[in-house]
């Protein structure tokens, strides 16, 4: 019999998605998720050193299947939604208790976010059930970085996780402030509970509603710094949570992916006269009132990405909030490296002035590359043309506009991702 792993091994599985094991009747035994399936799918291949469950599983599995996802958090949701529906074999068997789980909110003045099993407890708020702990803590530690709250049962002292600016403002360092510099500490910790609450109930529409309100105001009020966390939050959430998507659509066509990027591919060539549209680069920078900015180019291949052309740099030049100024840093970086190729498109996440400083750095250089930026408000189109800004909208499901949210968004996770490693760096020294 042909090793399933090793065929499956054969084909370049750098991406997100979910492998699907099944036994000799095609039948579904076990469903798990992976940043990076190739590599997931090498340690089943090493089931000499695995433990005697997990030979199990790969002496019973008879063929694999995979689907490539968007994002980690997609997979994420398209595994919960697999095992909740098929109840396979081994997840069953491996699965960490026999009641659902549920996330607990308690009804504190600083309330803290728990899991429990019981849906009798007074005084609290339950959401779910979830099919597993392992699940629902993936989910739950994806917001806790948007959103932080406390999950310790007592607050005496600044907890763990507030030194890691997942619990902030701690109700262990709120209880000792003043009572005027109190009373903030607790709306803001407040507040975070009840953007977390949203989301759990599934008002996602509301909860960037809200968040997009709020930061609006505070930059009318000059709160600049406040108005940039803010920002980057619903660029997280968007990223996140906003799947492109369908899960469901992903179980109906599992290349829906790959057709997706050729389709849009084809119609951006088209849309924008382009003789040649192959290489496509995606920019963004990332930073905290300036301090240990970052920028990404991610690529994407005839509307596939190539994760091993990704780039991201420090930003050496800026050290106050300035995102034309870094990109312009970035793109004239760039541009010094020949060996990487040219893009036959470039799309940058912002609008009029991310747009005007790249395109303008480009005609300095003396490259003709056209520039499209993606204004995250409104989800505009922006394009410099003839020296003028042309912008214009597509509809929420052309697969053009998913497209570019699919690159805008990958580049924000790849300077983020850079940016926060930077901050922890820094934290630690």
Known sequence: MVNPFVEILKKNLKFSGIYIFRDEQKKIIYVGKAINLGQRLRF??????????????????????????????????????????????????????????????????????????????????????????????????????IFPFCSEKTAKRPCFYSHLGLCNPCPGAVVKMPEAQKKLAIKTYQQNIAFLK?????????????????????????????????????????????????????LENPAIFNDLGAKATEELQNMFGLKKLIRIEGYDVANLGGRQATGSIVVFIKGIEAKDQYRRFRIKSLVSPNDPGMLREIIQRRLRHGEWGLPDLILVDGGKPQVGAISETLEKSFFSIPVIGLAKRLEEIIILKDKKFISFSLTADSSVRQFFQRVRDEAHRFATTYHKKLIKKNLLQ
């Open 44 to 145: 089943y291949q090493r089931s000499r050193k695995l433990d005697n469950k997990v030979k199990k599983l790969v002496d019973k599995t008879c063929s694999i299947d995979y689907i490539k996802t968007d994002s980690e958090i997609e997979a994420l949701l398209l595994e919960i939604k697999l095992i909740k529906q098929c109840q396979p074999q081994f997840n069953v068997i491996w699965r960490d208790g026999k009641r659902p789980i549920y996330v607990k909110i308690t009804q504190e003045l600083l309330p803290r976010v728990t899991y429990s099993r019981k849906i009798e407890e007074k005084g609290i708020t339950l959401y779910g059930p979830f099919p597993s702990v392992r699940k629902i803590r993936e989910v739950i530690s994806f917001l806790r970085a």
């Open 198 to 250: 949203l989301f759990l109930s599934g008002r996602i529409k509301i909860l960037l509603s809200r968040l997009t309100k709020l930061m609006e105001r505070y930059a009318s009020q000059e709160h600049f710094e406040k108005a940039a966390r803010l920002r980057d939050k619903i660029k997280l959430l968007n990223y996140l949570f906003q799947a492109r998507i369908s899960i469901d659509h992903y």
